[in-house]
């Protein structure tokens, strides 16, 4: 047998298999344990009729291009219709030149990574973000400096304190603000349209860039929020913007696109050239005439009420069952609740393994989620993928799981 | 306006677009010019009318895994179905637990620099070698180093005397030596058996790891040509595997496989999951449909006659064209044919723009594929994608272009 460790890279060899994802990664096989852990669409959302005839479609009508190698940017026509899109949906002014398209956000999210970040260059991200995202960043090296938030989404007034204090070499090293700030995973709140101005304007008096991945504004089913994307306040091309079809056509399909200046757009695509080369033609195609189709717009229209009232068992579930040291979440949109248990020495993490086995039931451990070592006494909370009774027993697991692990 | 350049990392900074790519980037818009340039599939070669319904059956029968997120390794069924594949087909002998699937094999060389590379590590290659291995390479920070190859592939004489001559902490420094064993790109050769058995000794004496890419085995047309690959001589698990769908199939589909220990493909799947988190579900899927329908087998019946008489047809065009003083290999497979024009200062990446504007013929510089400044005098000509007639009249532009060049 070789030992391999003398071969792996720095990265490799300090990528160490987490115990939450080995204990995540088989949940899958046992149908008792009800899983609140993942990020996936209830599957009833998958348009698998329309997206089989549209597949066969363009295989016949588009084959050239659907199963062949395409530009590194993403087909122009698909690219063109994005941007279309946008406009529409979200004010978005884009043009084809300033698109990447990419294989799902996590590339965008990696390219973006490797497009900025060398070994010690800063990141200012909300505190908790998305977990993904601190491993893409972390990957390229990046240091990782936290921002609480609150109801009204990220603490401007705390980044411009902090940024006040930083030295002016420091400042030099912060590549960018990343956001997720309608329906914020995993806290499902979302950004005031006063906090979104404060944030352009510390950008713009900082000399900032803003990484906006914007997974879930598709999905806010309150009434009253603000819905106002940061790329379509930005006239200085200070705003990276992230997209995916993932949470609003399929995940399979692996699409996601950025949407920035065309000279950003073009250092992404020299990078992804040598990366994957191209994000799949197929897929791409697929994307572009479901949009075209309208599909994606039927899928919302059944999507919104759908996880309305998921949330709403969900919250039902947690007032009736959870004690009063929890508190959780009421998100506007998005597919999470995020709670934190009040009680000294709770840890989700090293109870993991004892809800999967004993009580049967998966969270994701709301630590991973923390840029700073806090947040062992939090959970992230899924209610998209599982059924309104998964979620009603899930709940009551998981309730008794606080209570027999807190007295 | 901002100036992006102070936020941009150094890979981002070093990466210049080069003038070839933007060239490159713009013939398919110009129909009057006859590229040799890509490495694209003939279009009559892509099964459209079987994986359109390929497609439409599986997203309605396995829409819930065709639409949806799947295991960041790949999806199992089709790990499943590639291993007994490759088991058939190559002689292989692969678990779905050491494969993973990748989004192009571009991918996996991207994924297997960033799971061995140190900025100074040394991968050590054929020169000439694959253009977009030695970018993946050189973007982790890889030194390349080169080793001449003939007719019968790598030169495995010349990589142990360069390993003989080497300090024993250069030696440790050597990640992998990374081959395209069989039809070698850009060369068109393929190493003898015994070429393979001396480096699978040099590998286990000097304890070294193989990346062996083999996109070009099923595109041998030539008989008596060796097709072992190094993986099924591979005792003692030295060798990391590439295969890809591009050739065989569908580029469009973007899906690669990487077959290699537990141990390894445990790594890289580490490293994957922030890159793009999975490849395309549907595609996995429609690839394994496809396998088990016997497509690829019936696309290979039509390209190897159909590339060897293509092939045939440049190699005429050569002989009856080019001055005596271009020497040009003769390809038993795979997609091109490597010439060298021996004539002093004649420099291919220099006069590609002229080649393109005046006589409305493309090719890849062959200064590209090497890894030590050389080969300005030589190019890559692909016979794959240009028609017969297309092949023909190219060759003579090519040709009027060498000698009005060299004069």
Chains 1, 2 share one sequence.
């Not at 411009?160 to 960018?176: A, D, T």
């Not at 086995?357 to 070592?373: E, N, R, T, W």
Request: hydrophobic share 40%; with cysteine.
């Amino acid at each position: 047998m070789i030992d391999y460790s003398k071969y792996y890279s720095k990265l490799a060899t300090g990528i160490k298999a987490s115990e939450v994802r080995e204990l995540l990664a088989i949940i899958s096989q046992r149908k008792e344990v009800i899983s609140f852990a993942g990020g996936i669409p209830d599957p009833a959302l998958l348009p698998r009729e329309e997206l089989a005839e549209i597949a066969r479609d363009v295989i016949l009508r588009y084959g050239d291009v659907a199963l062949q190698y395409s530009e590194t940017k993403g087909i122009r026509e698909v690219r063109e219709t994005l941007c279309d899109y946008l406009h529409k949906k979200k004010n978005i002014h884009c043009e084809p030149e300033g698109i990447v398209i990419t294989t799902g956000s996590q590339s965008a999210l990696d390219l973006i990574a490797r497009v900025f970040i060398d070994p010690g260059d800063i990141v200012i991200t909300e505190n908790p973000t998305y977990l993904a995202a601190i491993g893409a960043f972390k990957n390229a090296g990046a240091r990782i400096i936290g921002i609480p938030l609150d109801d009204k989404g990220m603490r401007t007034d705390l980044l411009e304190k902090k940024l006040m204090e930083m030295p002016k070499e420091q400042i030099e090293r912060v590549k960018y603000i990343y956001t997720n700030p309608i329906a914020q995973n995993p806290a499902g709140v979302s950004m005031s349209f006063d906090r979104k101005k404060h944030l352009m304007e510390i950008a713009s008096e900082y000399n900032l860039l803003i990484v906006e991945d914007d997974p879930y504004s598709y999905l806010v089913f309150e009434e009253g929020v603000d819905k106002t994307n940061l790329k379509s306040m930005d006239k200085e091309n200070r705003v990276i913007y992230l997209g995916t079809a993932s949470k609003i056509l399929s995940p399979g399909l692996r699409i996601g696109w950025v949407v920035s200046s065309t000279d950003i757009a073009r250092r992404i695509e020299l990078v992804k050239q040598y990366v994957d080369l191209h994000s799949p033609s197929l897929s791409q195609i697929i994307l572009s005439e479901a949009i075209k189709q309208g599909i994606i717009d039927k899928v919302l229209a059944k999507a919104l009420p759908m996880y309305k009232s998921k949330r709403d068992t969900m919250l039902k579930a947690m007032k009736e069952n959870f004690p009063d040291y929890v508190w959780y979440s009421k998100p506007i949109g998005g597919l999470f609740v995020f709670a934190y248990i009040h009680r000294e020495g709770f840890d989700s993490g090293a109870l993991l393994k004892k809800a999967i086995d004993l009580y049967k039931v998966a969270y994701v451990p709301g630590g991973s989620f923390h840029v700073d070592g806090h947040g062992k006494n939090s959970m992230r909370l899924n209610y998209s993928y599982p059924s309104h009774e998964q979620i009603h027993i899930g709940v009551q697991r998981l309730a008794k799981l606080i209570l027999e692990s807190t007295n």
